[in-house]
Nanobody, 127 residues
Framework: QVQLVESGGGLVQAGGSLRLSCAAS????????MGWFRQAPGKEREFVAR????????YYSDFVKDRFTISRDNAKNTVYLQMNSLKPEDTAVYYC????????????????????WGQGTQVTVSS
């Protein structure tokens, strides 16, 4: 079992940057693939980025590619999402998620392939 706590959200102007963190409890963090999702009001939860257990393989949605970077520090049980060149349409609650589902590698964008979720952190980008 792993518990996830996100932090780092806030209000930022368009073009600005934020770094989200997701701290995990437990000794097994390094065995999980980690993902970031977001959900805007009235919209479904959507995939943002995924990183494998060792950190050497990442995958992004098209709308954040080249602007966001996912990384992890297994010694600190933490995964990060560096967000640059933020746009108003990036406004959402951002969630981190953990997975040991073997099928997560093939279907990283599906929320159903993640077993554990954080409570989310609000990101608001003003125009």
């Amino acid at each position: 079992q792993v518990q996830l706590v996100e932090s780092g959200g806030g209000l930022v102007q368009a073009g600005g940057s934020l770094r989200l963190s997701c701290a995990a409890s437990g000794r097994t963090f390094s065995s999980y693939a980690m993902g970031w999702f977001r959900q805007a009001p009235g919209k479904e939860r959507e995939f943002v980025a995924r990183i494998n257990w060792s950190g050497d393989h990442t995958y992004y949605s098209d709308f954040v590619k080249d602007r966001f970077t996912i990384s992890r520090d297994n010694a600190k049980n933490t995964v990060y999402l560096q967000m640059n060149s933020l746009k108003p349409e990036d406004t959402a609650v951002y969630y981190c998620a953990a997975s040991r589902d073997p099928n997560n590698y093939y279907m990283p964008t599906m929320p159903q392939r993640y077993e554990h979720w954080g409570q989310g952190t609000q990101v608001t980008v003003s125009s």
